[in-house]
C-alpha cells in the first residue's frame, strides 16, 4: 500500500536572494523527508495577504507582516532577509532631502512590507503613498507620478544607473539609530496548526536548502539568476550575498534583537499590534 506524499506549499519571492535559498529543494539536493514541496512565486505583498488566511504551509513574509500573523504563523530560525547596513532606498528624479519626502507621494511596494514600516518610522508619521508592484515603482517615479519610490530588491543596485537620486537608505539610517543592528526585512514562517514535529522538519528543509546554496555558490547563482531582472553576475553574486549569509543561516541573538527592536519602534504607529509573541520554531517547538 501506498502512502500520498503530504503536500507542502512553500511562498516565496521571484527575486535572485530566494531562489538561491530554495535551490537546494528546487534540485532535489536535500532530504525533504517524504513531503512533496510545492514552490509558489508571488512578489512580497501577495505573499504577505495570501498569509493573512493561512494559504500556505510555509511562506516568505515581511517581518512587519509577521506581526500581524503570529497568531497563525511560527517564525523559522533560518531564512532571514536582513539589511545590515543597506535596505530599502528611497530614491526621486531629482535631489531632495529626506524632510522633504512627508509632503511628497510615494511609490510603495505594499503596506505590509518592512520596508513601508521602516519608512513610516523613519518620517515619524504618515505620508501620502500609491501602492505599486515593486517591479514597477521605478518606471512610476521615471514618469513623474509620483514624487519619490520606495525600491526593495535588485533596484537597490541599479537605481544610480537609471539616473535617480538616493533619497534615504532605510538600512543605513536603521544602523545609525540603533547602533548597529540590521534591519529586518523578510523571514520565512510555517503554520502553527501542523504540529511541531512537522514544522521542526520543514524548518530543517530550508535549513538544509540554504546550507547548499551556500556550499555550492556557483550553481546556485546560475539558478537564481532567472530572477535577476538584469542583473549582471557579478552585481546578482553581490544581491545574494546582501541578503544570504549568516544571519540566514540563523538569525541569532543580535537578528533577534533587531526583530524586537524594529516591532517595537513600529508600535506607535498603529501599523503593528500592541502585544504579540515572536515564536521561533527551535524556541517554541523544540529544535529541529
Known amino acids: 500500500m501506498t502512502t500520498t506524499p503530504l503536500r507542502i506549499h512553500v511562498g516565496h519571492s521571484p527575486d535572485p536572494d530566494d531562489a538561491f535559498m530554495f535551490y537546494g529543494i528546487a534540485q532535489g539536493a536535500v532530504d525533504t ?4 514541496i510545492v514552490q509558489v512565486l508571488a512578489d512580497i505583498e501577495t505573499l ?9 504551509e510555509v511562506s516568505a513574509v515581511s517581518i512587519h507582516a509577521y506581526a500581524h500573523l503570529a497568531d497563525r504563523y511560527a517564525l523559522m530560525p533560518c531564512g532571514a532577509s ?3 547596513g543597506y535596505g530599502p532606498c528611497v530614491v526621486a528624479n531629482r535631489p531632495l532631502a529626506t524632510r522633504e519626502l512627508k509632503d511628497k507621494r510615494i511609490a510603495v511596494p505594499g503596506t505590509l512590507t518592512s520596508a513601508y514600516l521602516a519608512l513610516r518610522i523613519n518620517l515619524g508619521g504618515e505620508f501620502e503613498y500609491q501602492v505599486v508592484p515593486f517591479d514597477q515603482i521605478l518606471d512610476v517615479v521615471r514618469r513623474g507620478e509620483v514624487d519619490a519610490g520606495l525600491i526593495i530588491h535588485e533596484g537597490q543596485l541599479t537605481y544610480a544607473d537609471e539616473g535617480f537620486h538616493l533619497v534615504v537608505d532605510l538600512g543605513v539610517w536603521w544602523a545609525e539609530i540603533t547602533k548597529g543592528l540590521p534591519l529586518p526585512l523578510g523571514a520565512n514562517v510555517v503554520r502553527k496548526d ?11 528543509i530550508l535549513r538544509d536548502s540554504i546550507e547548499y546554496g551556500l556550499d555550492h555558490r556557483s550553481e ?7 530572477w535577476g531582472r538584469g542583473l549582471d553576475r557579478e552585481r546578482a553574486d553581490r544581491f545574494v550575498g546582501m541578503y544570504v549569509n549568516e544571519l540566514t543561516r540563523d538569525y541569532g541573538e543580535r537578528g533577534r534583537r533587531a ?5 517595537q519602534a513600529g508600535s506607535p504607529s498603529g501599523l503593528v499590534p500592541g502585544s504579540f509573541d515572536v515564536q521561533f520554531v527551535d524556541a517554541q517547538f523544540g529544535a529541529p
Do not use: K, W
Open 194 to 204: 501542523l504540529g511541531q514535529e512537522t514544522m521542526a522538519c520543514l524548518t530543517r
Open 48 to 56: 504577505n495577504r495570501r498569509a493573512m488566511s493561512g494559504e500556505l
Open 220 to 226: 546556485a547563482l546560475d539558478y537564481a539568476m532567472q
Open 259 to 263: 526583530i524586537e527592536t524594529f516591532l
Open 33 to 36: 523527508a517524504g513531503f512533496e
Open 82 to 84: 536582513m539589511g545590515d
